[in-house]
């Protein structure tokens, strides 16, 4: 019989491989100094792309006084337990009620970590005679959720409202066998390459079958729509969305989560997310920390249209320049180039050493092979001067790649892998 570690040790896996090139450097960066625009990454300055601190909260003066203060008071530990037992509190009930009101629902729960909420929400919501219909590229957290479903599940190609419907339909077959319902999840915005989900077409597709739409708005909650309430808002559909998700690891620049919808189904679901009734609550410096930020995006326009400011200049300065940027509709701003693994890396050392810019990088197996996918979040605390510093880094690096540069940097490498 085989050691259950054999394979472990002959096969580090896609990403595992390069472990011994990439660690410290290109996986697990250890980016220091306050969360900013400007980091320091292995003692030098950079100009960081690669925090998804939207509004710039993370490191906002009267944030961190909240917090300060609430760490102070509350310690980390408070409340102990588990909602149901012992770890609920009048300020969780508030920021459930506060949340519900921004996103306009009537109801919202909060969830310690957006990961395990989410699967535990996919969980709850289907029974074995149900269906899930979800887009193909959705995050890992919406695909670990399905994998808890017992029953039949359906992809749909990425964002593709045609090849959604012929899933419906073959759904809706299985749906009038087994006697369940369908539930279809999308995401409000694909955090890799920039997309909005089609809420749009989604939600009209209401009219000829019969399901419930589950959204993942991590990246829109707080950067898209008039409020900032997030994808659904921006598309005019948040009414149809039956049950809202986003994090606070993103435009809150904090830990937790939240669902949100009507009222019957989030008490169904306070009684009914494994990972929450079994798991310690979210602790009270969070849910404090969380109540301060949610007035800030409620009452400080100012911080989504500093956003946006940079955001309009990156981007349109990218396509100016020639820069393949996708299909992004969001803040999301990825930069597509042709190159090999290798070349990826010699031109983000380039980047990083020469240029000062720090981005995270994407290649094979996350996105086609030969494709280099450079990924920029922007937030409310660049400067223009950042995004001129970087287009002009940008145009450099480019050049080199171009004209063989990192080929030849990167050849020893490609020997040495194999490659
Ligand atoms: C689309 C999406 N959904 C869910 C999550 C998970 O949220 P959390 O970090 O709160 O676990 C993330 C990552 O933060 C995400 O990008």
Redesign the pocket.
């Known amino acids: 019989m085989k050691d259950l570690f054999a394979k472990i040790y002959k096969d580090k896996g896609p990403l595992g491989k390069w472990a011994e090139q990439a660690e410290g450097y290109f996986v697990f960066p250890k980016l220091e100094g306050q969360i900013s625009n400007r980091m320091k990454f292995q003692g030098k300055e950079v100009v960081t792309w690669s925090i998804?601190d939207y509004l710039g909260l993370a490191n906002h003066p009267e944030v961190r006084k909240v917090d300060a203060e609430a760490a102070a008071e509350y310690g980390s530990a408070y409340p102990m337990g588990a909602r149901m037992m012992s770890g609920h509190t009048e300020l969780h009930e508030q920021l459930q009620n506060e949340l519900a009101a921004f996103v306009s629902k009537e109801a919202a729960y909060l969830?310690n970590?957006?990961?395990?909420?989410?699967m535990s929400t996919i969980d709850a919501l289907v029974a074995k005679d149900d269906i899930i219909v979800y887009d193909v590229d959705a995050?890992a957290?919406?695909i670990d959720g399905v994998r808890l479903h017992m029953g039949k599940r359906f992809t749909y190609k990425h964002n593709d409202v045609e090849s959604l419907e012929k899933n419906l339909e073959r759904a809706t077959k299985m749906a009038e066998q087994t006697g369940g319902g369908i539930l279809v999840i999308s995401?409000g915005?694909?955090?890799m390459r920039g997309e909005q989900g089609r809420l749009k077409e989604i939600v009209a597709l209401k009219k000829k079958f019969n399901f419930r739409l589950l959204v993942?708005?991590?990246?829109g909650f707080g950067t898209l729509g008039k409020t900032g309430a997030g994808a659904g808002e921006e598309q005019g559909v948040q009414d149809d969305i039956d049950v809202y998700?986003a994090?606070?690891?993103?435009s809150l620049a904090s830990?937790?989560?939240f669902i949100a919808g009507d009222k019957e189904i989030m008490d169904y679901l306070k009684y009914n997310l494994r990972s929450q009734m079994f798991a310690k609550s979210l602790q009270m410096q969070l849910v404090v920390g969380a109540l301060k930020r949610l007035d800030m995006l409620r009452t400080m326009p100012e911080l989504k249209q500093n956003l946006w400011k940079i955001v309009d200049a990156l981007q349109s300065g990218l396509k100016d320049r020639g820069f393949d940027i996708g299909t992004t509709q969001s803040c999301v701003t990825p930069v597509y180039l042709n190159g090999s693994i290798p070349e990826a890396m010699a031109l983000v050392r380039d980047l990083r050493e020469n240029y000062g810019v720090f981005c995270s990088i994407v290649v094979y197996p996350v996105i086609p092979k030969g494709l280099i996918l450079l990924r920029m979040i922007p937030t409310a605390t660049h400067t223009l001067q950042d995004v001129s510093d970087t287009l002009d880094a940008f145009d450099a690096i480019r050049t080199r790649l171009e004209n063989g540069t990192y080929k030849r940097m990167s050849a020893a490498l490609m020997k040495a892998m194999g490659e």
Do not use: P, W
């Open positions: 998804n969830l970590f957006g990961y395990q909420g989410i995050h957290c919406i995401e915005v694909f955090g993942d708005d991590a990246h998700f994090t606070f690891a993103k830990t937790g989560a």
